[in-house]
């Protein structure tokens, strides 16, 4: 019997069937896009970005968890990374399609159902043997484009997989691990370009940012970020030349600028108004800055980089002539200021760096706008000049000169605040747009350094310093602040016995979200820092928190694990803080029903 069903409702009948087959079941498989990344702090679907947007504010729209209603918070789910590789988790989940993309210790990448934290599958990267980590095991989190996922490797490669399947499409090298090269921070994506930088400043490696294909990861181009080495663009698989950064040796003597440090091994920033991609930069190599006179640029630095041409565009110098580690590399983090004397808003960026101060610097160009401490104690400079943008040095706070010593071998010893831990480190503050308010996890340590001899070998810690690392108070280390960038004021503050390691979220419903490493997630009102909510997840959190919303609830997940650099290179901080414990999770939270 011959069917006479009209062609139409055939077609129709079969859409219906389509439909019909994917009801309940998790959203078909759908391309990340350049708008998705660009709208990614406006929108509450997912989270696509590192930061919650390009920008890096950490601000979430949702307001359904509020001050009201966050009593009533509670886990969704926890899902174990498993396993012996525990160390520190200090990765940001992306969410996309309704799976969860998180990394883990060790170059591991999983990806999770959601709704149920069911795992879908796991990527493990074989590491070779003499990678050379300098500060724990860890990895920031992955990128999304297209159909793909895309993280760094502690042996410097970059792996793309299909999202859906977990099979590798493509693989990079950044750099030779065995000359200490390392990568442990969250690509992004800027304008159709993923964006990467390097680990491995202790070892001499030379900083960059580099810009590729995400599809096919080749390079478009490549822009160093120490001065006197050569930026390329490539084009048909040709190198092309695109100008020495800076000029050769006008702030690095004789040869040390070919292993100057300077790593950009936070990771960046892109801000699509300027179009300008924001790397923070490394200690100059080695600490020992008696080695090499001169401001050694590009150095503890923020560079300003043209995405479409790799040039810098401007930069500005947080500690010229670094003597401390006092890398520049936190995030530079876009935001509109209004200047307190003519109210006009200015577009800007906030950083605060790992030397204790507060920097507020025009975006278009890298003017100076604001300085303030944001800790307590700082021992190496008084503030800075406004007109200049530089420090104003305390001259006994530099260690000394070991040629000077009375053996040779070892400088003057001086004590100083902040430790090279920082008043923050990698950490990732928060702004809310609603509070005019950053929310900055800071440190209050110190440290006594000095300096030491040492050349150059490849593979080779090259540090020529020697340091102590101490607690200021008995009673806390680590302390959240609330900071108004235009006078400088700490609004509110919240003390930790423990360092904080994790970074922020903040939200429209009037919470600030940080963990702890003794554990607690803590949900806190952003106006005046008064604790509202905690949870003990079972070990320490060293990661930011995030938000979405899934079928109409708000979400809140972080990654939780103690470890990172303060177990490793915390001296008698670390000895301290000897009793948290291990692990590797994901913890997932939504408000109970019926709240």
Sequence with gaps: MHSHTPPQRRALGLALLVAAAFAGSPALARDVTDADILNDAKTTGDVVSFGLGTQGQRFSPSTQINTK???????????????????????????????????????????????????????????????????????????????????????AQLVALNKDSGKVVWKEKLGDYAAGYSATAAPIIAKGKLITGISGGEFGAVGRIDARDPMTGKLVWTRPTVEGHMGYTYQDGKEIENGISGTLNATWSGDLWKTGGAATWNGATYDPETNLIFAGTGNPAPWNSHLRPGDNLFSSSTVAIDADTGKIAWHYQNTPHDGWDFDGVNEFVSFDYKDPKSGKLIKAGGKADRNGFFFVNDRTNGKLLNVFPFVKKITWATGYNMETGRPNYIEEGRPGDPTQGADGKKGKVVFSAPSFLGGKNQQQMAYSPQTGLFYVPANEWSMDIWNEPVSYKKGAAYLGAGFTIKALNEDHIGVLRAVDPATGKIVWENKNYAPLWGGVLTTAGGIVFYGTPEGYLKGVDAKTGKELWSFQTGTGIVAPPVSWEQDGEQMIAVTTGWGGAVPLWGGDVAKRVNFLEQGGSVWVFKLHKGS
């Design 69 to 155: 209603t966050i009593k009533n918070l509670v886990p969704a789910w926890s899902m174990s990374f498993g396993g012996e590789k525990q160390r520190g988790q200090e990765s940001q989940p992306v969410i996309a399609d309704g799976k969860m993309f998180v990394t883990a210790s060790y170059s591991r990448l999983f990806a999770i159902d959601v709704k149920t934290g069911k795992k879908l599958w796991k990527y493990e990267h074989r590491l070779p043997d003499g990678i050379m980590p300098c500060c724990d095991v860890i990895n920031r989190g992955a990128a999304l484009y297209g159909n793909l996922v895309i993280f760094a490797t502690l042996d």
